[in-house]
């Protein structure tokens, strides 16, 4: 079992940067796939990005494609989202994933297939 904190939210101009964190404890965290999900109000939970357990493999919704970049170091446990060129609609709280790796399987892009979640942090990009 694997706990989840994330931090790095807060307010900021469009245009502007942010870079999230999700420190993980109480298991191997190299063992886990790992995720970013965002839920803006009134909507669903939705993809952000993916890494493997051993970061050869990542992939992005296409709505922050080459504006976002995921990445992880197992040595710290901790698990990143940088955040560049940020959009109006990027507005929401973000929440970083676990999911056992399994064999053969690289990523998920589902949220149905992480277990372990963070309280999440609230990201909000103003006009």
């Known amino acids: 079992q694997v706990q989840l904190v994330e931090s790095g939210g807060g307010l900021v101009q469009a245009g502007g940067s942010l870079r999230l964190s999700c420190a993980a404890s109480?298991?191997?965290?190299?063992?886990?796939?790992m995720g970013w999900f965002r839920q803006a109000p009134g909507k669903e939970r939705e993809f952000v990005a993916a890494v493997s357990w051993n970061s050869r493999t990542t992939d992005y919704a296409d709505s922050v494609k080459g504006r976002f970049t995921i990445s992880r170091d197992n040595a710290k446990n901790t698990l990143y989202l940088q955040m560049n060129s940020l959009k109006v609609e990027d507005t929401a709280v973000y929440s970083c994933?676990?999911?056992?790796?399994?064999?053969?399987?690289?990523?998920?892009?589902?949220?149905?297939?992480?277990?372990?979640w963070g309280q999440g942090t609230q990201v909000t990009v103003s006009s």
């Open positions: 994933a676990a999911a056992n790796a399994r064999a053969g399987i690289a990523i998920y892009t589902t949220s149905g297939k992480y277990t372990y």
């Open positions: 109480g298991s191997t965290f190299s063992s886990y796939i």
